[in-house]
């Protein structure tokens, strides 16, 4: 079936514009995780979702950034007042429960990601 | 001082060669851990998926995980050129948390 998809793939904006960046998860995943990749910092974790409930939102760097997500479904990351800092790419992930004997896991598997740049 | 720490190197070996990539981690809570594989402009590919301490082989990867150490390894058999990506490590306390990466090693595989 289909992956994880993202959109824009790209998006450039102007510092101090506001920018929605959009997940579509893979069907019936019922988490969904934003990370941020950027060359200085690696990788890092931003907000995670289960159901339409955001448990851990420890990620967000500041009130600039929010996310939601609707139907348990697609989730949308808002950056408001863009600052260069901001540049890199964004990244979505989703999972479902498994169970391996006792003991679940949620794999998570990544979309394309969104490649912001703020000018 | 990074909770993950990964050698980024860059690292290049003859096409057939085994290769072994490696990540310590400072926090003993992690449980979880996992190697994903990225080629240039794309999402990362989750290889390799693994609860607690040992190993797991699947086709020409095999992961190696010793907590005691707290120390990972995930080594490629027979290596090919579309090998070549940025391999990173990652590792979570909890089954559906999130993800704690390292900084991703490059490897370049050339015939």
């Known amino acids: 079936g289909a992956g994880v998809s993202q959109s824009p793939s790209n998006k450039v904006t102007e510092k101090g514009k506001d920018v929605e960046l959009r997940c579509d998860p893979i069907s019936g995943h019922t988490a969904l995780y934003w990370y941020r990749q950027s060359l200085g910092q690696g990788l890092e974790f931003l907000i995670y979702?289960?159901?339409?409930?955001?448990?851990?939102k420890s990620g967000l760097p500041s009130d600039r950034f929010s996310a939601e997500r609707t139907g348990g479904s697609v989730s949308t990351l808002t950056i408001q007042r863009t600052q260069q800092e901001d540049s890199a790419v964004y990244l979505c992930?989703?999972?479902?429960?498994?169970?391996?004997?006792?003991?679940?896991?949620?794999?998570?598997?990544f979309g394309p990601g969104t490649r912001l740049t703020v000018t | 001082q990074k909770e993950v720490e990964q050698d980024p190197g860059p690292l290049s070996v003859p096409e057939g060669a085994i290769v072994s990539l490696n990540c310590t981690y400072s926090?003993?809570?992690?449980?979880?851990f996992m190697w994903y594989r990225q080629y240039s402009r794309k999402g990362p590919e989750l290889l390799m998926y693994t609860y607690s301490s040992g190993n797991k082989e699947d086709g020409r990867f095999t992961a190696q995980v010793d907590k005691s150490s707290k120390y990972i390894s995930l080594f490629i058999r027979d290596s090919q050129p579309s090998d070549s990506a940025t391999y990173l490590c990652a590792m979570s306390r909890t089954s559906y948390g999130k993800l704690t990466f390292g900084q991703g090693t490059i490897l370049t595989v050339h015939p």
């Open positions: 979702f289960q159901g339409n409930s955001a448990p851990d």
């Open positions: 926090n003993s809570a992690f449980q979880y």
């Open positions: 992930a989703s999972s479902f429960k498994t169970s391996i004997g006792a003991r679940s896991s949620y794999e998570q598997y």
